[in-house]
């Protein structure tokens, strides 16, 4: 039986990137067939219907059937996998508020169409904006899918993060692990080097501390703003493989002795208060992934923990009545 993959927002820039690696088999592998469900404004439907027709062009070995809808009920039927990108970008004079109003209307409908009609098994990335809170708008509206199924992607950011890191320290970024992404998907995220690795040994102790306060830490929470600059546009390509990555290493386990970032509905581990969809360091096993607990947090992380753990509980606020 083909997995059917959900990819909203697919005539965008990051859903052009992804309907097109997934389909090549790089989510599942190109032996495993699936199908893809297409979600766009109704606007969106032409340039959706081209997107569907290149599609069918690859003649990828993976891919099944595709369907192009405008309405959730039908992009989220028996859904295995869904990728929600689709959101509504801050236009002129619009407030952080009215963002977030705006969207939660969007990630509440999608919910209750997941509730409604997708696999009891789904596994959902959010990566639209704000991400964090729009996951937990869909989680709050779907209310017979485990609270687990429901994530938002902080993994862009753990990426650029390692590339950072390797860049200074003059090595491969494939040699690091152990760095972890802390919070919200904005600029108060918090990346964490404490207990960085480099070819399995921890090297935190030797790292330069003014380099990583004063130039790491801004770079990564600002490097969306950064490639905005450069490229005009905002990280789509980067995005959309940060997406398969989080949903491979979910789905397939990840490395034993490495830990992944990712948001995920908060159990109160390290103290962050318990039901906001913030980011912790997992470990993924048979489709499920735990917390690294244990993990020695000291004045400065807390600090920084605190502060990205109070903007989502601000975002929360905000939108409090749809959840
Ligand atoms: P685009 O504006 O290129 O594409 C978004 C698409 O979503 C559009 O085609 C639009 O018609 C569609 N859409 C809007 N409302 C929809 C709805 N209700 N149902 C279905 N489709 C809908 O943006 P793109 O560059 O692809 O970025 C998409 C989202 O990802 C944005 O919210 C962006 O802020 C967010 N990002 C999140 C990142 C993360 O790490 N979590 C990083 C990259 C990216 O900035």
């Not at 927002?9 to 309907?19: K, M, S, V």
């Not at 708008?137 to 890191?165: C, E, G, V, W, Y």
């Not at 979910?250 to 970032?261: E, I, L, P, R």
């Amino acid at each position: 039986m083909p997995k059917t993959v959900t990819i909203t927002g697919a005539a965008g820039q990051i859903g052009y990137q992804l309907a097109f690696r997934i389909a090549s088999g790089q989510l599942l592998g190109a032996g495993e067939k699936i199908n893809l469900n297409l979600l766009e404004i109704t606007p969106a439907l032409d340039a959706l219907k081209g997107v569907a027709m290149e599609l069918e062009d690859c003649a990828f070995e993976a891919l099944s059937e595709i369907s192009i809808s405008d309405d959730p009920s039908i992009a989220f039927m028996d859904s295995d996998y869904a990728f929600l990108v689709g959101a509504k970008p801050r236009g002129p004079g619009m407030e952080r508020s009215d963002l977030l109003q705006e969207n939660a209307k969007i990630f509440s409908a999608q919910g209750k169409a997941i509730n409604e009609n997708a696999s009891r098994d789904i596994k959902v990335l959010v990566v639209g904006n704000p991400a964090n809170t729009n996951a937990l708008i869909a989680m709050s509206n779907a209310p017979d899918i485990d609270k687990s199924a429901f994530t938002a992607m902080m993994r862009l950011d753990h990426n650029r993060a390692l590339a950072q890191l390797a860049s200074h320290l003059k090595c491969h970024s494939s040699e690091l692990s152990n760095m972890t992404i802390w919070g919200n998907h904005s600029t108060t995220q918090y990346p964490d080097v404490s207990n960085l690795k480099l070819n399995g040994k921890n090297i935190a102790s030797s790292l330069d501390i003014t380099w990583v306060k004063d130039d790491f830490i801004p770079r990564v929470q600002n490097r969306g703003a950064e490639i905005i600059k450069a490229r005009g546009l905002s990280s789509a390509a980067s995005a959309a493989s940060a997406a398969i990555d989080h949903m491979r290493d979910w789905t397939v386990d990840t490395k034993t002795d490495d830990w992944v970032s990712m948001a995920i509905p908060s159990d109160g581990s390290y103290g962050v208060s318990e039901g906001i969809i913030y980011s912790f360091p997992v470990t993924c096993e048979n489709g499920s992934y735990s917390i690294i607990q244990n993990l020695e947090i000291d004045e400065f992380s807390m600090a920084s923990m605190k502060l990205t753990e109070k903007e989502l509980l601000e975002e929360r606020a905000a939108i409090e009545e749809l959840l």
